[in-house]
T-cell receptor, first 111, second 116 residues
Framework: SQKIEQNSEALNIQEGKTATLTCNYTNYSPAYLQWYRQDPGRGPVFLLLIRENEKEKRKERLKVTFDTTLKQSLFHITASQPADSATYLCALDKGNTPLVFGKGTRLSVIA | GAVVSQHPSRVICKSGTSVKIECRSLDFQATTMFWYRQFPKKSLMLMATSNEGSKATYEQGVEKDKFLINHASLTLSTLTVTSAHPEDSSFYIC????????????FGPGTRLLVL
């Protein structure tokens, strides 16, 4: 079955720096890879989706890369702010199938 | 953007009672909805896929008689936890996909269930 690993359970970073989160997966390559933000006691909020034939996607201060050879996605938040503190989840989708989620990385941006 | 609501947001019940959780897509039609549960500091675990007008598809290890799912319309799916026990205490989250768009899922705010 598909296994997803997000590099660390928790990541602390200084305000203004770039946060980089990693998502690695095994077995088959997904059609899509998605990143979500989850705040405590809330449901996940969709951030970005990247397809298997795309290398990079950007949205404001967010950037996602997708390397199907390495079976890895990197999620970057530039000029990080304390408001970016949350748990970030990566999720894989083979296409028209339920998403499979990683455990998430809890990001803390320190002022 | 697409909005999904859940009701109730929190519920406390006695062991042995049944609890119904509603998931609604407020401004779009959702042919497919998903139900997840999440334990503290753990990932979302898919429980079942709910398709409008048909029976839900349950993931392995999820008791369909315990977790009843009904998707009676394109905007409403319900999850009923029957004869709840303390081990059913968890955070239940639903999500919905826009009809015709297979990519993005929109999640509800979640329901915190505590069974005493």
């Amino acid at each position: 079955s598909q296994k997803i690993e997000q590099n660390s359970e928790a990541l602390n970073i200084q305000e203004g720096k770039t946060a980089t989160l990693t998502c690695n997966y095994t077995n088959y390559s997904p059609a899509y890879l998605q990143w979500y933000r989850q705040d405590p006691g809330r449901g996940p909020v969709f951030l970005l989706l990247i397809r298997e034939n795309e290398k990079e996607k950007r949205k404001e201060r967010l950037k996602v890369t997708f390397d199907t050879t390495l079976k890895q996605s990197l999620f970057h938040i530039t000029a990080s702010q304390p408001a970016d503190s949350a748990t970030y989840l990566c999720a894989l989708d083979k296409g028209n199938t339920p998403l499979v989620f990683g455990k998430g990385t809890r990001l803390s941006v320190i002022a | 953007g697409a909005v999904v609501s859940q009701h109730p947001s929190r519920v406390i019940c006695k062991s042995g009672t049944s609890v119904k959780i509603e998931c609604r897509s407020l401004d779009f039609q959702a042919t497919t909805m998903f139900w997840y549960r999440q334990f503290p500091k753990k990932s979302l675990m898919l429980m079942a896929t709910s398709n409008e007008g048909s029976k839900a598809t349950y993931e392995q290890g999820v008791e369909k008689d315990k977790f009843l799912i009904n998707h009676a319309s394109l905007t409403l799916s319900t999850l009923t936890v029957t004869s709840a026990h303390p081990e059913d205490s968890s955070f239940y989250i639903c999500s919905a996909k826009l009809a015709g768009i297979q990519e993005t899922q929109y999640f509800g705010p979640g329901t915190r269930l505590l069974v005493l």
